[in-house]
């Protein structure tokens, strides 16, 4: 029988020269591998008796060339790069020869798809908004924990019209603890030890680090918009170069936060950290301490805003944001049930005041609204209810009070822990999950993260 010693490259059409006993071939002008498929033994066919004659002899030479033709049939799988497109070249053969050729049949088995390792989002990170791609949509920057063998921890950027992954830190040694800010397309973080790192969100990469040799307490804006203020539990200033992180001592005052360290809790410390950093807050109320230390902290929202939030027109309030309108007010309903409302206080009065619940306001989890934020010229605020914990997601006008749409939140969602919006987007933080919604109307967009 016949050895194959050639046969076509089916990507480029050059001879392939297989090795024999070979079963693959590497096309020497394209580079693309194919595999050759060998003609299998022909069946075992019954002797043919003792030949009578002439004719005898002629017909069984014709039955034998028949049998070799279709020996030398060869069929060329080629593999694409990802294994899922094949292509059976015959080779060329006489055309009297066509009609009696088989082609082999090949069995094709794709590649399987290298699957990512199933994320989860890290809770204890508050998520920030930045447009990372640039396309005029805000996205979601958020620390992230990949469920593979390693269970490493990035932070990575999330689209906000779809929710896929923009880009990837490398893996990060300690997170908990770090103070975090987005400027532009940078994301900066001080960890607990002092060490500064820059991040360009574009791919992900680590641009610089330095060793402050204090903790920071604040991320402040400085003049340049290359530039960062960073405040340090010394009480140091440090001025530090965004494009090398080179860092300098500065007076410059840290007076519009864009970050800022909780202190520790420390109860002289009144401010609330849930506002959006720009913004003037307090947690109303006084504080006592009486042990090691004893000393007495007045409440800031009468002594600062000069407003006394017992005395509001229905409503007790608990915490005080400063906006364009006025001051905003969160508490409950009063006198009755501990019921979640939101106000608004103009010139010293009451101008509008809401109910969070759309229905029945006695169904909601009793106490102020924790989980708030501000999309251009509304009030976003998440409640859960009472008997089965489901989460919904309401936003009032910020002028009027007027309730402009109301969701509830994915069945799964049982818990609501932070709330970052854009003027185009809200971002949901539950558990192990973010939740990207449309902000002018409450559309879920995408959920990012798999639950527990």
Not at 92 to 121: F, N
Not at 290 to 298: A, H, I, K, L
Not at 426 to 449: H, P, S
């Amino acid at each position: 029988m016949n050895r194959i010693t050639s046969a076509t490259c089916p990507r480029c059409g050059a001879q392939l020269q297989p090795l024999p006993g070979s079963e693959q071939a590497t096309c020497q002008y394209c580079g693309t591998t194919s595999f050759v498929q060998r003609p299998q033994p022909p069946h075992a066919y019954a002797q043919p008796g003792p030949l009578k004659s002439k004719h005898g002899v002629l017909f069984a030479a014709l039955g034998l060339s028949a049998l070799v033709v279709l020996g030398i049939s060869v069929a060329v799988l080629t593999l694409t790069h990802n294994g899922a497109t094949a292509s059976i070249a015959p080779p060329s053969a006489p055309a009297a020869a066509a009609s009696a050729m088989v082609t082999p049949t090949a069995t094709v088995v794709a590649a399987e798809p290298i699957q990512a390792p199933p994320i989860k989002i890290r809770e204890n990170f508050a998520p920030l908004v930045a447009d990372v791609d640039a396309d005029g949509t805000a996205d979601v920057v958020a620390a992230l924990v990949t469920t593979d063998a390693d269970r490493s921890l990035h932070y990575a950027a999330f689209s906000g019209k779809d929710g896929h992954e923009l880009s990837r830190t490398p893996a990060i040694v300690n997170e908990s603890g770090a103070l975090t800010a987005v400027l532009g397309r940078r994301l900066i973080s001080a960890s607990r030890t002092g060490q500064l790192t820059g991040y360009g969100l574009a791919n992900g990469s680590q641009q610089w680090t330095t060793a402050l040799g204090a903790r920071a307490t604040a991320f402040c804006s400085a003049k340049s918009s290359e530039a960062l203020v960073v405040a340090t539990d010394e009480r140091r200033q440090l001025s530090i170069d965004l494009t090398t992180g080179r860092q300098s001592e500065t007076k410059a005052p840290c007076s519009a936060p864009i970050a800022r360290a909780e202190n520790g809790n420390d109860p002289r410390d009144r401010r609330d950290y849930d506002a959006p950093p720009a913004s003037e807050s307090y947690r109303c109320g006084g504080v006592t301490v009486m042990g090691s230390e004893n000393y007495t902290v007045q409440d800031q929202c009468l002594v600062r805003a000069r407003i006394d939030t017992d005395r509001l027109d229905g409503l007790i309030g608990h915490r005080l944001w400063k906006v364009e309108q006025g001051w905003l007010v969160f508490g409950i309903r009063k006198p009755g049930a501990r019921v979640p409302m939101i106000g608004l206080i103009s010139n010293g009065k009451l101008a509008w005041k809401v109910t969070l619940p759309l229905d029945n306001p006695l169904e909601a989890q009793e106490g102020s609204p924790r989980h708030v934020g501000l999309a251009l010229d509304s009030i976003v605020a998440a409640y859960a209810t009472e008997k089965d914990s489901r989460q919904f997601l309401t936003a009032f006008a910020l002028a009027s009070g007027t309730r402009r749409w109301h969701v509830a939140l994915p069945e799964g969602v049982k818990s609501v822990s932070k709330i970052a919006t854009s003027a185009n987007r809200v971002f949901i933080q539950a558990r192990e999950q973010l939740l990207v919604l449309d902000a002018t109307d409450g559309k879920l967009i995408a959920v990012i993260g798999k639950a527990s």
